[in-house]
């Protein structure tokens, strides 16, 4: 009798933890868009004429590098107010999504047979507690948010794209 009842209550564990990973590589996914997405806008913006070769170079950075590099070389490309403005926008939205999917990423995550979720962080920053976490919400709402915040960041961004195609092309003109 008691071994069924631990039987099931693994089981239910192991079902709630399939979900938790299923969404947090959906997290990672949508993530892996951004940072190419981002890539992509910067070899343009670098070398409209062969952005193959920027892509190649860039794409060997880390993102937070990407984005230092987003927030330091557009602006200087396209020294328009309200571009350097937008751009530090994003910049900061982008530091933004990338900490607070680390969060997610860079730990190990359990959903107990409780309902309960744990959380255990391989890396620690901005004073956050060390060791194991019990949440007992489900992080799946967390990340629902966080993969609309990038899916609109991944809309921004090909918004700014286009305008800044726009510009080029006027001052060829």
């Given at each position: 009798?008691?071994?069924?009842?631990?039987?099931?209550?693994?089981?239910?564990?192991?079902?709630?933890?399939?979900?938790?990973?299923?969404h947090?590589g959906?997290?990672?996914t949508?993530?892996?868009?951004?940072?190419?997405?981002?890539?992509?806008v910067?070899?343009?913006?670098?070398?409209?004429?062969?952005?193959?070769?920027?892509?190649m170079?860039?794409?060997?950075?880390?993102?937070?590098?990407?984005?230092n590099?987003?927030?330091?070389?557009?602006?200087?490309?396209?020294?328009?107010?309200?571009?350097?403005?937008?751009?530090?926008?994003?910049?900061?939205?982008?530091?933004?999504?990338?900490?607070?999917?680390?969060?997610?990423?860079?730990?190990?995550?359990?959903?107990?047979?409780?309902?309960?979720?744990?959380?255990?962080?391989?890396?620690?920053?901005?004073n956050?507690?060390?060791?194991?976490q019990?949440?007992?919400?489900?992080?799946?709402?967390?990340?629902?948010?966080?993969?609309?915040?990038?899916?609109?960041?991944?809309?921004?961004?090909?918004?700014?794209e286009?305008?800044?195609?726009k510009?080029?092309?006027?001052k060829?003109?």
């Open positions: 009798m008691i071994r069924d009842e631990l039987k099931k209550r693994l089981n239910l564990s192991h079902r709630r933890n399939l979900k938790l990973y299923q947090i959906l997290l990672s949508y993530f892996s868009s951004l940072e190419l997405q981002l890539i992509e910067l070899a343009k913006c670098i070398n409209p004429n062969s952005p193959d070769r920027v892509f170079t860039l794409s060997q950075l880390s993102f937070r590098q990407c984005v590099v987003f927030r330091q070389t557009i602006p200087k490309f396209f020294p328009k107010r309200d571009i350097i403005t937008y751009v530090k926008q994003l910049a900061n939205r982008l530091d933004d999504v990338s900490s607070r999917r680390n969060e997610f990423i860079h730990s190990s995550w359990i959903a107990y047979s409780t309902g309960d979720y744990g959380q255990h962080r391989a890396r620690v920053k901005n956050l507690p060390l060791g194991p019990v949440h007992p919400k489900n992080p799946k709402k967390l990340m629902d948010d966080l993969i609309d915040e990038i899916d609109q960041l991944l809309f921004d961004l090909i918004c700014l286009d305008e800044l195609k510009i080029d092309s006027k060829s003109n």
